[in-house]
């Protein structure tokens, strides 16, 4: 009897060690902390914005943008990092600080347009700008950047869906080259730091 009841314990013990790795694979697996195998490229990027149009090859060459792929109606994650990027730009001093253009790319064209993205942003600051296009230019500056994001569906809520999305902050200088990709973070620290090593350049 005691050697059975020690098997079933260890049948236990292995299928809760299982699920629990099992779990923790789904975890690594969520959209917003995967980047594809060969890691992004960048590039130019030339969208419909809140400024008229936003194009990367339009900044100056001492300038450098941090980019945010979300929603307006993100429920947490986007309105975090919307935040923080604020806090990092604003610890700059003034000189410092106009060298960095926030840019939030909206993967939710459908109910994202340029008035409810500029409505949206004022919340962040002036300076943040809003920008969107069609599923086939989000799609090409998704592959690029390594930027994934699916729709869900809640039919139990007034928003219909939400949209599970990436959540890293890219540094990116006028040329498209990707100088840094931030990992979500609550707190500015991880970005200023990045955008300190992004200006010293």
Not at 9 to 28: E, I, M, N, Q, Y
Not at 115 to 141: K, N, P, Q, W
Request: glycine share 8%; proline share 8%.
């Amino acid at each position: 009897m005691t050697s059975r009841i020690s098997a079933r314990r260890r049948w236990a013990l292995g299928l809760a060690g299982g699920l629990v790795v099992a779990a923790a694979l789904l975890w690594s697996f969520r959209p917003w902390q995967v980047t594809p195998p060969s890691g992004p490229v960048g590039g130019n990027i030339e969208l419909p914005a809140t400024t008229g149009t936003f194009s990367l090859s339009a900044l100056q060459d001492d300038q450098v943008a941090v980019l945010f792929f979300g929603y307006s109606w993100c429920p947490d994650v986007c309105p975090i990092s919307l935040a923080v990027v604020r806090q990092a730009r604003l610890s700059l001093p003034p000189q410092l600080r106009r060298r960095v253009v926030p840019v939030m790319i909206s993967v939710d064209p459908e109910r994202d347009t340029l008035e409810r993205l500029a409505e949206y942003l004022a919340a962040f600051g002036d300076d943040m700008v809003g920008a969107t296009g069609s599923a086939a230019e989000l799609a090409d500056i998704g592959e690029r950047y390594g930027v994934v994001w699916r729709k869900v569906e809640t039919p139990d809520s007034q928003m219909e869906y939400a949209v599970d999305h990436t959540a890293s902050l890219y540094l990116v200088k006028p040329d498209g080259t990707i100088l840094e990709r931030v990992l979500h973070s609550p707190t500015p620290g991880p970005l200023k730091a990045a955008l300190d090593r992004a200006l010293a350049e």
